[in-house]
């Protein structure tokens, strides 16, 4: 049984054409870090925060999501709670937004602790100062009594991670936590989560729309386009031979994590939103292979190609012309 | 530590500040009841017909002829001393009049406060936390009902069926003795504070409103936090901005709504005083109480000013170094 998955997940909104997420199957084992890319509105969050038990309110849910042998969908307080308090923690995109901005750093990371724990003040004192040690802050006391508008975004972010570590889960779920910050800060982060994650044997989740930064993290990719996983794959496996159009354009599409952006030649067209559904494959209208007739009639179902798994119509006869 | 003598810096501008700004409304104060039709020292003979001679002495014994600067500068001087002048109609000294009729106002004031801060806040919670529920509902009714009703109406409603036909609370005057006192200023404080409620309810909601939004409240409850302490610590806490500032900014408005509700209940303090006293042309009286009441609205609000820093920590920021 793996830490994560997530088996068939549906997540539809009410007043929407096309569910969020279309019949999703991921997983994550103990100990594995594993990439979610795609691109903004794809999903991505939901799915991500689908694990805590966080759902858009009005949601009606298919399938299901287990963490650590808890099962999410439809599951009573209590297991939420179990999860969210012990099983999984979430890194968010934006620590500025995810800290409360008014309570001192030192609140924010024993807050849990102490009222959720309900370990002592000293105790919950003493495992912070530790964690701000472990992702590298310079000087723990200090930060335990300033506020967030007095770090910078970065050393914010490892605040933010600190914080996940505090319950000491065994799964990471990281939401695009680097997109707030500046590129070496970026790297600086990534290094540190990357770090924890083997030192200490987590399952992790990143959530991220750049592939190169996905495949330097990770063991695993799994590629998501309007709410459907489109390819999955070992992350040099990925990115050496892309099958699906899609992660085709996106490696075309991202910028490289060191150096000048050379193979910046976006997907042309704009993403499926959620008030379109289309009865073929959603990446038809901007995919240069679309075959009508086929690509437009029935969406692709995740198939395996060779190791791994494409959704596409046309994934074994172009394969050739997706190479690089 | 530097922010510490930033922080001393800008309590010492705020409170020279509220030093300014009260003696240019002493001015003001001074200079529109000078300004104002009547003359004092016909009110002070009235029902005598005095020769022109006895007004003129008249004049001369209160400085009524003295120009305006004089005048000002030794009425300034005097209530720097506490000396607020004499009251023509009590013929006693204003400080006195005032310091006998301050206490019942103080009460009625004080057991309003508490009554906004406690219903008007709670309410406000309530109406954010089951918003779109009945409850919800009821809470934003009451707001629209209560900000409607001006607080003479209040008192009226309120004497006629609680304490006319329900015989519940009594109708008129101070009381005697603390509980006594209490007992009659229920009603008084009920009828001067609803509209305020209304208004701090309404804020309060909205506050809580924009604080439930944040997503570090979604965060909170991610990390496994109870709901009744996420409200507590993060959502009633960082709400309490707005909250506060509008309860400093409410204090002037009752002293002076006090006013009608005294007068309606037949009570005596400040407020009736007031209304007595400008009637009968005291204008000593009047001067010192409007100057109170100005000076009540400028202290408060500095202290609103200066506990702002410790409700949100990055306005000190923004204030001094870094
Ligand atoms: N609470 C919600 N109510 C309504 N729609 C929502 C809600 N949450 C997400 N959505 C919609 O679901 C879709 C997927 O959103 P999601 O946040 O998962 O995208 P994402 O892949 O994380 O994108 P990004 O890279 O911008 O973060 C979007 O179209 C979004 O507008
Ligand atoms: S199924 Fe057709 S439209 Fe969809 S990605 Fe494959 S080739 Fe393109
Ligand atoms: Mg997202």
Redesign the pocket.
């Known amino acids: 049984m793996p830490l994560l998955s997530y088996e068939d997940l549906s997540v539809l ?1 009410p007043g ?1 054409a096309r569910p ?1 997420l279309d019949g999703v199957s991921l997983s994550v084992a103990a100990g594995e870090a594993v990439a979610l890319v ?12 689908a694990a805590l038990g966080l759902l ?4 009606t849910t298919a399938g299901q999501v287990t963490v650590d042998g808890c099962a999410l969908i439809g599951a009573d307080p209590a297991t939420v709670r179990a999860v969210r308090t012990g099983k999984a923690s979430m890194i968010f ?1 934006d620590p500025r937004a995810a800290i409360n901005p008014v309570r001192r750093i030192g609140d924010f990371l024993t807050e849990a602790l102490r009222l959720v724990d309900g370990r002592g003040r000293a105790e919950a004192e003493a495992r912070a100062l530790d964690l701000l040690a472990a992702v590298g802050l310079p000087d723990p006391p200090r930060h335990l009594r300033q506020y967030p508008h007095q770090l910078s975004g970065g050393m914010l972010q490892r605040v933010m991670i600190a914080g996940a570590l505090t319950a000491d889960p065994r799964l990471l779920l990281c ?2 936590p680097t ?1 707030a910050l500046d590129v070496t800060t970026q790297a600086e982060i990534m290094a540190v989560l990357r770090a924890l994650q083997q030192d200490r044997g987590l399952g992790l989740l990143l ?1 991220t ?1 750049d592939l190169d930064l996905a495949a330097a993290g990770c063991d695993r990719i799994y590629v ?1 386009y309007a ?1 459907r996983i489109v390819e999955t794959a070992t992350a040099a496996e990925l990115l050496a031979t892309p099958r699906h159009p899609y992660t085709a354009g996106l490696l075309g599409s991202s910028p490289p994590l060191h150096g000048a952006p050379e193979r910046l030649t976006p997907i042309p067209g704009v993403p499926m ?2 008030l379109e559904s289309a009865p073929g494959c959603a990446f038809a209208a901007r995919c240069r292979f679309a075959r009508p007739g086929l690509c437009d009639q029935s969406p692709p179902e995740l198939a395996p190609v060779g190791e791994r798994l494409v959704a596409c119509h046309l994934a074994d006869s172009i394969l050739s012309e997706v190479d690089r | 530590m530097t922010s510490v003598r930033a922080a001393a810096r800008s309590a010492l501008c705020r409170l020279l500040g509220m030093a300014v700004t009260l003696l240019v409304t002493s001015f003001l104060v001074f200079s529109s009841l000078y300004l104002a039709p009547g003359d004092p020292a016909a009110f002070l003979v009235r029902g005598r017909s005095p020769s022109p001679d006895e007004l003129a002495a008249i004049r001369q014994q209160y400085g009524f002829n003295d120009p305006f600067p004089v005048r000002y500068w030794h009425w300034l001087d005097g209530v720097l001393h506490g000396d607020f002048g004499r009251s023509y109609l009590f013929h006693q000294s204003v400080a006195s009049v005032l310091w006998s009729r301050l206490p019942a106002t103080l009460l009625l004031v004080g057991v309003s406060t508490l009554m906004i801060a406690v219903v008007g806040v709670g309410a406000g919670i309530v109406g954010a936390l089951r918003r779109g529920t009945r409850t919800g509902s009821a809470v934003l009714l009451m707001v629209t009902v209560g900000a409607a009703v001006p607080s003479f109406v209040a008192a009226i409603v309120l004497r006629s069926v609680l304490g006319v036909k329900l015989g519940w609370f009594p109708t008129i005057g101070n009381g005697t003795g603390f509980v006594d006192q209490l007992h009659h200023v229920v009603l008084p404080a009920i009828a001067l504070s609803v509209t305020f409620m209304a208004l701090v309810t309404r804020v309060t909601r909205s506050a809580m409103l924009d604080e439930l939004r944040r997503e570090h409240v979604e965060v909170a409850l991610s990390r496994g936090m109870p709901r009744g302490a996420v409200i507590r610590r993060h959502v009633l806490r960082n709400a309490l901005g707005p909250i506060v500032t509008v309860c400093g900014l409410l204090v002037s408005g009752m002293l002076v709504s006090t006013a009608i509700v005294e007068t309606a209940f037949g009570m005596s303090g400040v407020g009736s005083l007031l209304v007595q006293c400008v009637d009968e042309l005291d204008f000593q009286v009047v001067q010192a109480i409007v100057l109170l009441v100005v000076a009540a609205f400028v202290v408060v609000n500095t202290a609103v000013d200066l506990v702002y820093p410790l409700i949100d920590p990055r306005v000190r920021a923004a204030g001094g170094a870094r």
């Open positions: 909104l929407m969020v795609g691109e903004s509105g794809s999903g991505k969050s939901v799915t991500a925060r858009p309110p009005g949601a995109q939401d695009e997109t959530i729309h998501m709410g939103g959620l």
